[in-house]
């Protein structure tokens, strides 16, 4: 089992970048996809960017294609969302999720088995 935590959330101005983080528990990190997921108010959750065990294979959502990266650092047990260029639609309480089995990324969110709490991502016009 492992235990998702984010963090780096916050309140920008739309243009803005923030970089999410995401700690995970336990000692076979490198075994889990990860992916990135979020919830606006009144939307249903939507996926954001995904990236399998090893870190070299990763998949965007067109809405933040050429805006998010998605990056691991197995050593630290953390995942990362840098965003750049934030827009005021991309305000949203932003997940992260584990997949046991990292050889290739996940897209779809019953594929994920932990979820983080969330953190809130507020992104101002």
């Known amino acids: 089992q492992v235990q998702l935590v984010e963090s780096g959330g916050g309140l920008v101005q739309a243009g803005g970048s923030l970089r999410l983080s995401c700690a995970a528990s336990g000692r076979t990190f490198n075994n889990y996809a990860m992916g990135w997921f979020r919830q606006a108010p009144g939307k249903e959750r939507e996926f954001v960017s995904a990236i399998n065990g090893g870190g070299r294979s990763t998949y965007y959502a067109d809405s933040v294609k050429g805006r998010f990266t998605i990056s691991r650092d197995n050593a630290k047990n953390t995942v990362y969302l840098q965003m750049n260029s934030l827009k005021p639609e991309d305000t949203a309480v932003y997940y992260c999720?584990?997949?046991?089995?990292?050889?290739?990324?996940?897209?779809?969110?019953?594929?994920?088995?932990?979820w983080g709490q969330g953190t809130q991502v507020t992104v101002s016009s």
């Open positions: 999720a584990a997949h046991w089995g990292g050889s290739v990324y996940y897209t779809r969110g019953y594929e994920y088995n932990y």
